[in-house]
Structures are given as structure tokens and as C-alpha cells.
């Protein structure tokens, strides 16, 4: 195969290639042939993106660990298990056979892979700065899949009419930043930082955030539990995942009991929200910032 020509970038590529009537057709004719409900989410942000759509996938993988991270969105118990999320049952997989498989990208089986079952789409999580930016654009995406961009347009118009809704219940919250946390185990943390997807919720708030430490690519880090306590007049929203007992053990510490947000009664422990979703994900983180630290009615 002759490699493209240099004055022919990748993106221009692609460009050509989306504006092609042979394009078109071949992402229409795709459409045509998706059953909407026979769905595969081999990852947790696709199924999320499915259900903003009002689509209930067919197969999810890893359903229990879904209900201790996730939380929100729910799944029916119609929905069938496929195995882990890096190592998914292929063979179950194929044996459903599903009409579309959806998963995010770089995680999982290879795409070559689950071509051999059914058609497939990888859905990217963050660009490493904006990943609500990235989620409305992955939403647009699943939607003309399964062609229903009038349910992906509702969708993001409904999610800006509730970020305007939580205005007024900050408005005379003053500067105080937020961290955002989880305990892992009874060393280690993990902190959210502003290139979460989170901080895309706080950002039209006015709520910073606490952490300005080191951060990756996908907005998290984990870090010793000692490095909390150079949190100083910080709100401190800790997720649950269904570990209640290290969490408790954690927090009996005298090391957890002298932290300044603790002593200050700063420390709130809210339910589980998926860190690496999409636009539920931050609705849900929303509500649940809103009913912690939100100006009561």
C-alpha cells in the first residue's frame, strides 16, 4: 500500500473521506443494519451514551462493578453480563450476536477482533483537557450510528437547561474550593483534578478546585493519603464504590482525624459517580453537588 502523499494530512484525509457520497452512503447503509436493541457496551462511557440516547444496551460488561462505580445511570437486570471489561467473553459475545459493539477507545480487545462477531465503534473518553467537550461529541456520534440525532440534540439542550439550573444554588457559596476524592485503600487516594470531567460541571459554578497537584491525562491521580492534609478551607466531596468498610477504617485514623477539612466538618461522603462518563454522568455528579453544598431551598 503506497503511503499518502505529504501534503495530505490525516485529518484532511478524513475530511475527503466524510464529505464523500461513497461515505455517506456506507455510514448510512450502517445505520440501516443496527438493531438499536441489540446493542454491545464493552465499556462503561458507550453504555452511558446509549442510555442519554434512550437506548437500553442489550449486553454490558462487568454489570457488578458497573453498580459499585457507576451507580447512575441504572441497568435493568435484562441486560446481559459479557465478562470483564479488559477481557470480555467473545464467545458469549458472539452467541448474542449483537448488531453493534461499542467500547472506548484503547481499552479492551483489539477492534480487529470484534469485527469477526459484528460491526463496532471505539468512543473516545477525553482530549486530556475538556472531556465533557469530548462526551457531547461522542454523543453526536453513537446518535448517528443508530440515527437518532434528534434524541442526541434533546439530549445535550435538556443537559445545558440543568447546568443553568444549578446556578442559583451557588451563587452565594463564595470561593471556597472542592476537592474531589475517593479512597482506595488505606494509603492511597484518588483526586480529581481540572481536567476532570467534573471540573466541567463546577466551571460555570464558579467552584474551583482544591487539588493542584500532579494530574494525568484522564483527570485522576492517586496519591498517599498524607498528601490531604495540605488541604486547607476546602470542601471535600468523598465518592463511595461499595467498600464501606476500608473507608471506615481509613477515617478512624488519627492521621484522617487531624486532616484541617475534617476538623472543620468539611468532609462530606457522597454516593458513587462515574469519573469517566459522559453527560449523566455529570448530571448525576451535579445533583449530588448540589444536594451537599448546594444553597437550600
Known amino acids: 500500500m503506497k503511503s499518502l502523499s505529504p501534503s495530505l494530512s490525516r485529518r484532511q484525509l478524513l475530511t475527503l473521506m466524510a464529505s464523500s457520497p461513497l461515505w455517506l452512503k456506507s455510514q448510512n447503509a450502517l445505520a440501516a443494519r443496527i438493531n438499536p436493541h441489540r446493542v454491545a457496551a464493552l465499556e462503561w462511557l458507550p453504555v452511558e451514551l446509549l442510555i442519554a440516547l434512550g437506548v437500553t444496551p442489550y449486553g454490558v460488561a462487568d454489570i457488578p462493578n458497573y453498580r459499585r462505580w457507576v451507580n447512575e445511570p441504572s441497568l435493568p437486570d435484562s441486560v446481559i453480563d459479557l465478562g470483564l471489561r479488559t477481557e470480555p467473553n467473545l464467545e458469549l459475545l ?9 467500547w472506548s477507545a484503547g481499552y479492551g480487545p483489539a477492534a480487529t477482533k470484534l469485527a469477526r462477531i459484528a460491526p463496532g465503534q471505539g468512543f473516545t473518553f477525553t482530549d486530556g483537557k475538556r472531556p465533557l467537550d469530548m462526551a457531547r461529541h ?10 437518532m440525532q434528534q434524541a442526541a440534540q434533546t439530549h445535550l439542550k435538556e443537559y445545558d437547561q440543568f447546568i443553568d439550573g444549578l446556578k442559583p444554588g451557588f451563587a452565594h457559596r463564595g470561593k471556597r474550593p472542592v476537592l474531589l476524592m475517593s479512597l482506595l485503600e488505606s494509603h492511597h487516594a484518588l483526586v480529581l483534578g481540572n481536567n476532570s470531567l467534573f471540573q466541567q460541571v463546577m466551571d460555570p459554578l464558579g467552584i474551583e478546585n482544591a487539588w493542584h497537584g500532579e494530574m494525568t491525562f484522564w483527570g485522576s491521580a492517586i496519591v498517599g493519603i498524607e498528601r490531604l492534609a495540605d488541604i486547607r478551607d476546602a470542601d471535600v466531596l468523598c465518592f463511595g464504590h461499595g467498600d464501606d468498610a476500608t473507608e471506615q477504617a481509613i477515617i478512624n485514623t488519627p492521621l484522617w482525624q487531624s486532616m484541617p477539612f475534617v476538623r472543620q466538618n468539611r468532609f462530606h461522603r457522597v454516593p458513587a459517580v462515574w469519573f469517566y462518563g459522559a453527560t449523566l454522568s455529570a448530571m448525576h455528579f451535579g445533583r449530588v453537588l448540589s444536594q451537599t453544598l448546594g444553597e437550600k431551598k
Open 138 to 147: 461522542s454523543l453526536v456520534q453513537m446518535a448517528e450510528l443508530l440515527d
Open 94 to 102: 458472539a452467541s448474542i450476536k449483537p448488531s453493534l459493539i461499542v
